[in-house]
């Protein structure tokens, strides 16, 4: 079945570490986009790409990279300069081009900064 | 810049009852419209969308919500409630490019029996 795959589910980090999160899809979809999630806040985008070795800043960039080498894999890194980075992160695809796309999302991950 | 917001962080109805989630959007233009649903510590599943046509948009589970352009609304509603439809709901609009949504603060649902 085509879909999207986050891993790890869960994680842990220490202060002051990079982690990085893996998001990998088998839709043969263009687009693929990181939100993050916070509690009464919504999904705020962070980065999106539209096209291989290509990529936007969203909404709340600063304190993540990305990279593009592959359509089916946009890996998000949270480097040790993001000041909040406790949250629930979902990666999602899309078609792109038109906002009128339907995104497909992953399960997500959690990250917890000890 | 678009906005979305939906009235209501937390509804509770119980089982059987109306199910209205309420929510409003600022656009320049005609925007397209989508309303997701997230179980606990899952990803975001498509529930309906609205891109043009008709204003009434019927989505899964019974779900299905209107467009009123001279409300700016795009509300969704369900004529009875089911236990399983306890889930936080977002509202969402995507712009002209790139396929980017701009979501809302979202509605956690809670059904009593």
């Known amino acids: 079945d085509g879909g999207i795959t986050q891993s790890p589910k869960y994680l842990f980090r220490k202060e002051g570490q990079n982690v990085t999160l893996s998001c990998e899809q088998n839709?043969?979809?263009?687009?693929m986009y990181w939100y993050r999630q916070d509690p009464g806040q919504g999904l705020r985008l962070i980065y999106y790409?539209?096209?291989?070795?290509?990529?936007q800043k969203g909404d709340i960039a600063e304190g993540y990279s990305v990279s593009r080498e592959k359509k089916e894999s946009f890996p998000l890194t949270v480097t040790s300069a993001q000041k909040n980075p406790t949250a629930f992160y979902l990666c999602?695809?899309?078609?792109?081009?038109?906002?009128?796309?339907?995104?497909?999302f992953g399960a997500g991950s959690r990250l917890t900064v000890l | 810049a678009q906005s979305v917001t939906q009235l209501g962080s937390h509804v509770s109805v119980s089982e059987g009852a109306l199910v209205l989630l309420r929510c409003n959007y600022s656009?320049?233009?005609?925007?397209?419209l989508f309303w997701y649903v997230q179980y606990p510590n899952q990803g975001l599943q498509l529930l309906l969308k609205?891109?043009?046509?008709?204003?009434l948009v019927k989505g899964i589970n019974g779900f299905e919500a209107e467009f009123k352009k001279s409300e700016t609304s795009f509300h969704l509603t369900k004529p009875s409630a089911h236990m399983s439809d306890a889930a936080e709901y977002f509202c969402?609009?995507?712009?002209?490019?790139?396929?980017?949504?701009?979501f809302g603060q979202g509605t956690i649902l809670t059904v009593h029996p």
């Open positions: 790409s539209q096209i291989v070795n290509d990529f």
């Open positions: 969402a609009s995507g712009g002209t490019s790139y396929g980017k949504l701009t």
């Open positions: 839709l043969n979809h263009d687009a």
């Open positions: 656009s320049s233009v005609p925007p397209y």
């Open positions: 999602a695809s899309g078609t792109g081009g038109s906002g009128a796309n339907v995104l497909t």
């Open positions: 609205y891109t043009t046509g008709a204003t």
